[in-house]
């Protein structure tokens, strides 16, 4: 069955926004560069879009521990393992058809979360 996207939250164009990406480094630990990704785009002032990616980066190359971004009409999380890779997304917020606040209230949300907790999702992440 085809969903009905035409009441979803949309983000202005990109070409009207003004984008901001970037690495925050976390930690160096053991030879392992952690790091989350930021890619934001503003429109007004205020976030209409992001992505938040944790990942690490060893001699065997980079590896995604957790992603949070909003498309398709939410704000959700991608769940990984270092074993499996993804294994599960987690809608945590429906966006209204208006929420450009919605939006930016959640990337404050996130972001502050993902800064503050990336140590326990590493574990998480390491378990399977």
């Keep these: 069955m085809k969903r009905d996207r035409s009441q979803e939250y949309r983000p202005p164009p990109e070409n ?41 980066r060893r001699a065997d190359g980079d590896h995604v521990v957790a992603r949070v971004d909003c498309c398709d009409g939410e704000v959700h999380r991608h769940v990984f393992t270092e074993s499996e890779g993804e294994i599960e997304r987690v809608s945590l ?13 959640e990337f404050d949300r996130y972001l502050n979360e993902m800064l503050s907790s990336w140590e326990g999702r590493l574990r998480e992440w390491r378990k399977t």
């Design 93 to 105: 917020v429906r966006i209204p058809l208006a929420g450009h606040a919605v939006v930016d209230g």
């Design 16 to 56: 009207a926004c003004t984008p901001d990406e970037g690495l925050i480094d976390l930690a160096l630990v053991d030879g392992e560069s952690h790091y989350l990704y930021r890619n934001v785009q503003y429109y007004r002032g205020k976030v209409v879009w992001f992505s938040l990616q944790q990942g690490l």
